[in-house]
């Protein structure tokens, strides 16, 4: 369960490859490949959070700079492709869908301009008379139409692609309080068939000699979603709904429980890296529009890509912040592809990239339909309760006279039967064993027979130790839920000789993190005897840096197994909340008896007592 969502939209990144392209005229679109398409430089934040592993990747754009790669990082967490479900491509639909509202039709557009009774009711609650009223780039309308509106004082109307109602005026010929006075009204009237998403104020400064600009005073009057939104539902829940951007406008300012302005992107990573360090519990929610306001819609490739590293840059920065109960999400609402002919958004699927509490391991999770799965998954962090474990890890106590409360009782042979196990069980509880460790599959049967009265001890990724974290976790997690107390993990050796230190570490975390939280300890078998001393002493610091619970020597199926040295280097080198397990070839009381005078405090074995 999270404390903290950060749902991130980069405002019109699409992917290409949307099924019903066709009927939006949108053909071919591929935001990602038009941004790729402008140098082969690295986006080494992206591309950990599993962009680049996405499926349908497959524009000759794309493959070219994939090629062009010296190494891609391998994603951290969960990364997939939404696919739009609701009747439209515009901002407004894509976050109501993104916040569990889908519409079975689009807004209205006006690709002609507005009609009479529109212009009308325009003319009715402003006093003025209007200009243009066709589509037109905001930048373009300006320059064609600002003089004739600075002579008259008619208002500049003037649509897009987009379903909106955009008025522009110069701000020392319609004072701001005015122009949104008039777009207010105009929202209010812009309803049912006329159900514009946006009425927009387009205030601007300048003159014709020296040229029109438009100022950060934009307003948007939004239509209000249908029904409630995600957003309603965290504030009625009170959690902390916080929008960072333009989400505030999209959602007609309903369901926040606060609003930060930004002026641009830059502005809006700041105000996100400022929310990292505070301490709320909820939602925040954050929009980067000027992918599309600025170069989307302006076919501006080089400057797309550029805010795509400033974003990468920031991002590498932000993954190192998040605290354990965090939750980030990076998404988008629609394409606007800046390499097409058209300056319009595009119907495109979208990035759907997850990493932090419940998506801490690598997970392709294919293509989704609905970009309301983003609800879904912020409900289940956000809402979903954390129950304890139904079976919580035993206290043990060590006896300094009894040589088996050090002892983990073992059977890992291919060829034990239930009645082995069974019979192992009744032996260390005779005994008072520490634990039994046994295979996975036989843990409900030795839960089972124990009733409660031992740990119940398991070996995962065993005795190799090259399966996935993603595998490692959910064997942990199996086996803690037929009764395991004990885990005992096998380290990704491979990983340890290619000198990939930090992915070893990663995986230790989330493995110590996930059965911790089911009420169990964790053991990591590091496999001595494939190690040298300078690899043994790094392992030491990870495992007790990522949190484990013992340090394991072997797993009895290596070369050699444990040996006085190495449990004495372990104990050393190993931090105090760390204990050592001894294992492999300990079959004397006399060789149990040295590995606990060199500092070990378990011992593994088969055939002691």
Not at 135 to 158: A, C, N, W
Request: contains cysteine; proline residues 4%; negative net charge.
């Amino acid at each position: 369960m999270a404390k903290r969502v950060f749902l991130i939209v980069l405002d019109s990144f699409g992917l290409g490859g949307a099924p019903d392209e066709a009927a939006f005229k949108d053909e071919g679109s591929n935001t990602l490949a038009a941004v790729l398409s402008d140098s082969n430089r690295p986006f080494p934040g992206l591309s950990k959070m599993g962009l680049l592993n996405i499926d349908g990747l497959d524009d000759e754009r794309i493959l070219s700079w994939k090629d062009a790669q010296e190494t891609i990082p391998s994603p951290v967490g969960y990364y997939g492709r939404l696919r739009e479900l609701s009747a439209g491509k515009d901002s407004t639909i894509g976050h109501w869908e993104m916040a569990g509202v889908c519409s079975s039709s689009p807004l209205p557009t006006y690709p002609d301009g507005f009609p009479e009774h529109i212009l009308d009711k325009i003319r009715e609650v402003s006093g003025r008379g209007i200009l243009c009223n066709k589509p037109y780039s905001g930048t373009d309308v300006i320059r064609d139409f600002g003089e004739q509106h600075m002579k008259t004082g008619d208002l500049i109307v003037y649509t897009s692609a987009d379903s909106v109602l955009q008025i522009a005026t110069h701000e020392d010929v319609v004072p701001l309080d005015e122009l949104y006075s008039i777009c207010s009204s105009c929202r209010e009237f812009m309803t049912g068939a006329d159900g514009v998403g946006r009425v927009i104020a387009r205030p601007f400064v300048g003159s014709a000699e020296e040229g029109f600009t438009r100022t950060s005073n934009r307003k948007d009057f939004s239509l209000p979603a249908p029904s409630a939104t995600m957003l309603d539902i965290l504030k009625a829940q009170d959690l902390d709904v916080i929008s960072i951007g333009k989400i505030k406008d999209l959602y007609a300012h309903r369901g926040l429980t606060e609003e930060i302005a930004t002026s641009d992107n830059t502005d809006g990573i700041r105000r996100l890296k400022d929310m990292l360090d505070c301490d709320f519990h909820g939602l925040c929610f954050l929009n980067l529009v000027d992918f599309d306001m600025k170069y989307g819609h302006r076919n501006d490739i080089k400057g797309y890509a550029e805010a795509m590293h400033e974003f990468d840059d920031a991002l590498e920065q932000i993954l190192p912040l998040l605290e354990k109960d965090d939750l980030l999400i990076i998404t988008a609402d629609h394409g606007c592809d800046p390499s097409t002919p058209s300056t319009d958004h595009s119907r495109e699927c979208v990035p759907l990239l997850i990493y932090g509490e419940g998506y801490d391991v690598p997970h392709n999770m294919g293509e989704i339909a609905g970009f309301n799965i983003i609800s879904s998954i912020v409900y289940t962090a956000l809402l979903a309760r954390s129950f304890a474990p139904s079976v919580p890890h035993l206290p043990h106590e060590l006896n300094e006279n009894d040589l088996m409360s050090y002892v983990d009782m073992t059977n890992l042979k291919t060829t034990a039967k239930t009645s082995d196990i069974e019979a192992l069980v009744d032996d260390a509880i005779l005994k008072g064993a520490a634990s039994v460790c046994i295979q996975p599959c036989f843990v409900k049967d030795a839960a089972r027979r124990a009733k409660g009265r031992i740990n119940i001890c398991t070996v995962i990724s065993f005795p190799n130790g090259y399966s996935t974290t993603a595998v490692k976790k959910y064997e942990a997690l199996d086996a803690i839920s037929n009764g395991a107390t004990e885990i005992d993990m096998v380290i990704n050796i491979n990983f340890i000789k290619s000198r990939r230190f930090d992915e070893a570490a990663l995986e230790i975390g989330i493995i110590a993190d996930a059965v911790h939280k089911k009420g169990a300890i964790l053991k990591v078998i590091i496999e001595t005897c494939e190690l040298t001393d300078t690899e043994k002493k790094m392992l030491c610091n990870i495992v007790t840096v990522q949190g484990a619970d013992f340090i394991k020597t072997s797993t009895g199926f290596g070369s050699s197994g444990a040996t006085v040295d190495d449990v004495r280097l372990m104990r050393h080198f190993s931090g105090s909340t760390v204990e050592v397990k001894a294992a492999g070839g300990i079959r004397s009381e006399d060789a149990a008896k040295s590995m606990i005078e060199a500092g070990a405090t378990r011992i593994g074995a088969s055939s002691l007592g």
